[in-house]
């Protein structure tokens, strides 16, 4: 008999789309919005989205996607959800400030977030978390107070999908293991290998920056999800399944989308 694959009930994608970096960020931020068309993805989380660019989003994706973007800063997070797949009219946006973040950095929170298909009741959150070596220590307490956040939202939805570019380090990562309970998806789909660095010195992105040395590889960008656990009143767990990146292809003679690949992932 052949293994059948099981539904896919949601698709999750996530996007560092590097709104900072003014290189040919037109072609890069169409670029994006052109790779969300074709993988069609129900929920759309984005980091460094930026004034210039959010124009952009809405007028290739604004047909397809409900978009939550609060513009907080000179760059911000966006969550989007596919008017076909996804009721959102009853959804609610909220936004935590990160209290002890010197770079203005926040979790936004979309919940009640209903499949139209499945009728899981979600809530979906990002983060662009704090940024380099010197962030450790706030980076942690960020990681933490997500975690509890996602634990609490478990009180009013069926499941809880984190994405975004968490900048953890691996030791910081192994410091902070996950509560019981919340998983980490790339792990769920049996870490594969092709798929563990979302960051790394060969993407030309990085290269063209001057940014790094030969050997810099990390997992920045995450996606964590946690199921409730209330049988009586929840749907059948979602369960990530495949996991892969996206935006590795040149758009122009020495550009990729971003400095930071894109992943999708699958929930069945």
Known sequence: TMAVAAECKL??????????DPYELTARSE????IISREKPDIVVLQEVVHESLPILI?????????????????????????????????KMSSHDFPNSRMGRSLLVL???????????LAVMTSHMESL??????RVWQLDYIYREMQASLTHCDAVIFGGDTNLRATEVQQHP????????????KSPAD?????????????RKGWSGPTIKAQYDKVFYTNSADKATSKQPLNASVFRLIGKEKIT???????????????S
């Open 178 to 189: 996950a509560p019981n309970g919340v998983l980490n998806a790339w792990l769920e789909c």
């Open 253 to 267: 003679g020495d550009s990729v989308p971003s400095d930071h690949y894109g992943i999708v992932c699958d929930f």
């Open 59 to 91: 007028i290739k994706l604004g047909t397809d996607y409900h978009f939550i973007a609060p513009p907080a800063h000179m760059y911000f997070t966006a969550i989007l959800t596919r008017n076909a797949t996804c009721e959102s009219s009853e959804s």
């Open 11 to 20: 698709r999750f994608l996530s996007w560092n789309m590097d709104g900072l």
């Open 111 to 121: 919940s009640n977030v209903i499949l139209r298909k499945s009728r899981h009741r």
């Open 31 to 34: 670029a994006v919005c052109d």
């Open 195 to 207: 798929s563990k660095y979302t960051f790394e010195a060969s993407n030309v992105n990085v290269v």
């Open 133 to 138: 070596l010197e962030g450790s220590q706030e």
